[in-house]
Every structure is written in structure tokens, then in C-alpha cells.
Nanobody, 122 residues
Framework: QVQLVESGGGLVQPGGSLRLSCAAS????????MGWFRQAPGKEREFVAA????????YYADSVKGRFTISRDNAKNTVFLQMSSLKPEDTAVYYC???????????????WGQGTQVTVSS
């Protein structure tokens, strides 16, 4: 198993930037592909970005492509989500997730963090 803890959320103005982190503990971090997802009030959880086990492949939702960057540091057991040009519609609770499969499907991820709130507002 793996335990995940997100951090770095907060309040930011439109056009601003935030960097989310997700620290993993437990089983070997490099065994897992990692994903970021988000859930806005009243909406279903949706895929944001994913990165393969060694970081060689990444995958983004169309809504964040060109604005968000996912990366990982396997030596520090951490995955990051750099968010730029933030929009009010990016407001949501952001979750990191882990699974051996490299996927953009919510239901395919076995392990989840508790989430961190991101609010984009002036």
C-alpha cells in the first residue's frame, strides 16, 4: 500500500500560479504511476494529469493542457502539479492518486490522498 498527502493549495487570483505537492509513503514510490484529479462542488471528480512510473510519459486533460505541468521526484517520493494561468473554473479540491497503471480514469486508481483546496478568485 501507499499513503498520500497533498499540500500547496490555497487562494490565488486569476492568472496566478500554484504548485501542489503530494508526498508518498509506504510501498516503493516508483512502482506507481501517479495522477492528479479535482472535484468542484456539485460535480464529479475529474482527471487533470498523470505521469508514468519513471516520469517519461505524461498525460493531461484538455482543459489544463499548456497551463499545468505534472512532474515527479522518485528520490523524494513526491509528485508535483505546477499550475499557471489559473482560472476561476480551476477552483476545486485537488487529489493525488497512485496506481501501477498509467491511466486517466478515476476508477482505475486504488490509492488516494485527502485532497487540498484550490480557490481561484479575485
Amino acid at each position: 500500500q501507499v499513503q498520500l498527502v497533498e499540500s500547496g493549495g490555497g487562494l490565488v487570483q486569476p492568472g496566478g500560479s500554484l504548485r501542489l505537492s503530494c508526498a508518498a509513503s509506504g510501498r516503493t514510490f516508483s512502482f506507481y504511476a501517479m495522477g492528479w484529479f479535482r472535484q468542484a462542488p456539485g460535480k464529479e471528480r475529474e482527471f487533470v494529469a498523470a505521469i508514468s512510473r519513471r516520469g517519461g510519459s505524461t498525460y493531461y486533460a484538455d482543459s489544463v493542457k499548456g497551463r499545468f505541468t505534472i512532474s515527479r521526484d522518485n528520490a523524494k517520493n513526491t509528485v508535483f502539479l505546477q499550475m499557471s494561468s489559473l482560472k476561476p473554473e480551476d477552483t476545486a479540491v485537488y487529489y493525488c492518486a497512485a496506481d501501477p497503471r498509467f491511466s486517466g480514469v478515476v476508477g482505475e486508481y486504488d490509492y488516494w490522498g485527502q485532497g487540498t483546496q484550490v480557490t481561484v478568485s479575485s
